[in-house]
């Protein structure tokens, strides 16, 4: 089990102007998010993403039954509905993509081994659920778990890259709220901008860190954004074997 120390002081003056002016009133009509005056196709979309979501709701799949197994199913259930993780009929796993403002914007479908670890052997284990229905995305993909962040508006944040990472992150540590890029890509400011004003405490994966510590040097002014990384974690990662292993939190939290 992990041993480094969970720390997540906060700065006040930080937290205190969280959602100062978080209503979109306030925003330059150019610059209002899509949701505010949306399209029939963005409308219709979003409607099919939920759709899908509340469809496959529940369970988990095969990752499902690996969480049960590690933190026993009531502490396992719990943190799969904080997220609304799903399964499709053949147990894989699905990821819905929530908004803030409560959108499904897209859901991630991923097949997972009995230990834990993603399929990587043959094709499909990894899909969108707009690519099941033959959709194009005409929405801006958020960040996983972003609609934990209206109910607990000062709370700190751990931003980990991997779906998996922040449940098992959540199951760890529910002193944060724990939420996933889904990839390297998504670290941008186009989908960080709702972490405006509060602490975020970075994990990055072994492979990544030197790029997140570039981009949160970047980002953090601009954005407001109070990015932390933890000494104690990075000593973790920050060795050859760590980057050569491409671990991340979950594997540390397990291990």
């Known amino acids: 089990m992990i041993t480094f120390e969970k720390s997540h002081k906060t700065d006040t ?62 502490r396992a259930d719990w943190a799969m509905a904080c997220y609304d993780i799903g399964a499709l009929p053949d147990e894989r796993t699905v990821f819905p993509y ?22 990587r052997e043959g094709g499909a284990n990894v899909t969108w659920l707009h690519a099941m229905e033959g959709q194009t995305p005409c929405v801006p993909l958020c960040l996983f778990g972003e609609e934990l ?9 751990g931003l980990v890259e991997s779906e998996k990472t922040a449940i098992v992150a959540a199951l760890w540590d529910d002193r944060c709220l724990w939420l996933a890029t889904g990839g390297k890509g998504n670290f941008r400011a186009q989908t960080l901008c709702v972490l405006s004003g509060r602490t975020v405490l970075l994990y990055p994966d072994a492979d990544a860190l030197g790029d997140w510590m570039a981009e949160a040097h970047r980002l953090g002014p601009e954005l407001g954004i109070n990015f932390q990384l933890p000494a104690a974690y990075i000593r973790r990662i920050g060795t050859p074997e760590a980057r050569n292993a491409k671990w991340d939190l979950a594997d540390l939290i397990v291990s």
């Not at 930080?14 to 925003?27: A, F, L, R």
Request: charged share 20%; hydrophobic share 30%; with cysteine.
């Open 149 to 157: 962040l209206k109910g607990a508006p000062y709370a700190p944040v």
């Open 13 to 74: 003056n930080v937290t205190q102007n969280c959602h100062k002016n978080d209503t979109t009133s306030s925003i330059p009509k150019a610059q209002k998010p899509w949701y505010v005056q949306p399209s029939p196709e963005q409308v219709h979309y979003v409607q099919l993403m939920d759709r899908l979501r509340f469809q496959w709701l529940g369970g988990g799949g095969v990752l499902g039954q690996w969480l049960r197994a590690q933190f026993g199913s009531l």
């Open 98 to 119: 929530v908004s803030r403002e409560g959108f499904t914007t897209d859901g991630k479908v991923m097949r997972y081994k009995a230990d834990g670890h993603r399929c």
